[in-house]
Structure formats: structure tokens, C-alpha cells
């Protein structure tokens, strides 16, 4: 009676650990995920602006490595960085990863870059999150 | 004749800059869910604002999958099990400013604008009637707002078991400066 109780003590311990261990379980790195999609960024805009919806399901949620040329690299308030790759009208927009240390912060308008990053939708440009650059 | 002249006149040189929208795809939208047992908020710095001044039009729109919280599993229950983030993968605001009298936005200075016109999200949609603050400083329009949002209203589903984890009402700020769309 005394061992089942015991047995039953460390069940709910585990149970307790895993669950604190799940509540503070860190993002996933960025750099180490796998990429769902490889594409250049005039082709993932044509995609959304052709057809969101279908868009939507072959990216949204996806990481998706995009290739393109920079137009535009804008600061964010809280020290992060945006960085516009050319494709239509607005481009695509890739948000550094504020959990990545990046080995570079800084861009220039007109050289060609991948990033990979979580594709987040259609809102004027594409938007990929958490973006790291891949080499 | 000569008034209409300068009717004329007067209509060619401002009709062009009167007709000119703003607009940002960095605005700062941020949520804080506040309970005595949890404190849950996140942030997105990729919400679109389009202001006409012209119509007194104001158009948001944000990406749910944007917002980003210091807990992954918070944001991965925020996606899939509250905002269902893959099935309604944005939400909107459409609306007019509903004092136009008070608010200039060619003039520099701080006014507080009325907004009514329509929220979208999690597939439901509702009118809603939101306060905000407009800056005019050399030609350049900032804007902040803070709502509230109720997610019962929106058919945002919260478990039993977290019911009190999650405010009744969870307080939306949205900061957002704006340049002159040029698209």
C-alpha cells in the first residue's frame, strides 16, 4: 500500500515537472528550423496577391525561406529591425527574430538576401516573422 | 466670374493633397489579458493603418500569427486554440471618423478623433465605436487608440479550465505613424 502510494507521488511529480517544464518551454530557434518552402520574393507576392486564400494555405504558418532583392529597412520601436525585399506594390516585409543573435543587423538597399522566417499572411506586403538570414 | 476662378483655381491646387491617403505597415498593436492569477500580453509590429482624410476613412488590419508572446506555449495556444489563427488569419477595423469638424489633418496639433464603423475577428464580425488620438507635426500623423475587446463577443472560445487565467476583457493598443501612400 505504502510503495503504490509512492509510485503514485512520482507520477504526479513528473506530471507537475513536465507541466511547469511545458509552461515555460522556450520558442523554437529560428536558425535551427527546418524550412517548409524555398521561394523568391517576387514569386510568394504574385501568390498572394494572385490568390490570397490559396496562398494562405500553401504558406501561412509555414517557414519559408525567400530570396530577393533589398528596398527598404526600417527600425522597429523596440530595437528590432524590418527589412523589405522588393516584389509589387508593397514587397515583402521579413521582422529579424528578436530571440536570434544576428550576425549582421545591417542592410543595404539593392543587395540580394534570403531570409528564412514564419510566413504570417497577406496585410498590403507578405509578412514573414522571427526572420533569420541564410547564408 | 472671378469667384469662380478661384473656385477653380483653389479646387486644382488642393484637390490632389486633399485626395492624398496615409498609411503604415509598422504599426504597434499590443493586447494585455490581466487576471489576479495571470498577466498575458503580446505584441505586433506589423499592423496596417490607411487613413483618407479626405472621406475621414480608417482601415487596420493586423496578422494574428504576428503576434509574438515571451511564452511559446501561450502563443501557441493564442493560435490554435483561441484565434484559430490558420482559419481567420487577420482582424480588421473599417470605420469613420465621426466628428470630422474636430480633427484637421493639415494642421499641426493633437486631436481626439471618434471612430465607428466595424471589427472583425475569429470569423465575426461587430460594430464598434473606438476613441483615438490623432498628432499633425510637419505634415506627419501619428496615431494612438486603446479598446477594449471582449473575446465572448467574438466567439473566441476560452476552456473552462483557464477561465480565470483570461480577462473578460482584454485591453488593445494600437500606436502607428503614418506616411503618404504613394501606391
Keep these: 500500500m505504502k510503495r503504490i502510494l509512492w509510485i503514485l507521488l512520482g507520477i504526479a511529480f513528473l506530471a507537475g515537472a513536465y507541466g511547469v517544464y511545458l509552461y515555460n518551454k522556450p520558442h523554437a530557434k529560428m536558425e535551427k528550423a527546418r524550412v517548409d518552402e524555398q521561394v523568391e520574393a517576387q514569386a ?16 501561412l504558418g509555414k517557414v519559408v525561406a525567400v530570396t530577393g532583392q533589398v528596398s527598404e529597412v526600417t527600425p522597429t520601436d523596440d530595437g528590432g ?18 530571440l536570434t543573435q544576428h550576425a549582421r543587423t545591417s542592410f543595404t538597399a539593392g543587395e540580394t538576401v534570403t531570409f528564412k522566417g514564419n510566413c ?8 514573414l516573422a522571427r526572420c533569420v538570414e541564410l547564408k | 466670374m472671378n469667384r469662380y476662378l478661384l473656385f477653380l483655381f483653389a479646387l486644382l491646387l488642393g484637390g490632389p493633397a486633399f485626395s492624398q491617403k496615409f498609411f503604415t505597415q509598422d504599426a504597434k498593436v499590443k493586447f494585455l489579458s490581466e487576471t489576479p492569477i495571470e498577466k498575458i500580453d503580446a505584441t505586433n509590429n506589423s499592423g496596417t493603418i490607411v487613413l483618407d482624410p479626405a472621406a475621414g476613412r480608417v482601415e487596420c488590419k493586423v496578422l494574428i500569427k504576428n503576434f509574438l508572446f515571451e511564452k511559446a506555449l501561450m502563443q501557441e495556444h493564442f493560435n490554435e486554440n483561441y484565434m484559430e489563427s490558420t482559419t481567420y488569419p487577420n482582424a480588421t477595423f473599417k470605420g469613420n471618423v465621426t466628428n470630422p469638424g474636430e480633427v484637421s489633418f493639415t494642421k499641426d496639433g493633437t486631436y481626439t478623433a471618434k471612430l465607428s464603423g ?5 470569423g465575426v464580425e461587430k460594430p464598434a465605436d473606438i476613441v483615438g488620438k490623432i498628432t499633425v507635426k510637419n505634415g506627419v500623423i501619428s496615431v494612438h487608440s486603446d479598446f477594449a475587446v471582449a473575446p465572448a463577443d467574438y466567439n473566441i472560445p476560452i476552456p473552462s479550465v483557464v477561465t480565470d487565467k483570461i480577462a473578460k476583457s482584454v485591453k488593445v493598443t494600437v500606436d502607428g505613424t503614418l506616411k503618404p501612400m504613394n501606391k
Design chain 1, 120 to 127: 504570417t499572411g497577406y496585410n498590403l506586403s507578405v509578412q
Design chain 1, 44 to 59: 510568394l507576392y504574385a501568390a498572394f496577391e494572385t490568390d490570397e486564400a490559396a496562398a494562405n494555405t500553401r504558406f
Design chain 2, 118 to 122: 466595424t471589427m472583425s475577428m475569429h
Design chain 1, 81 to 98: 529591425l524590418k527589412v523589405t525585399l522588393s516584389a509589387g506594390d508593397f514587397g515583402v516585409s521579413c521582422e529579424l527574430d528578436p
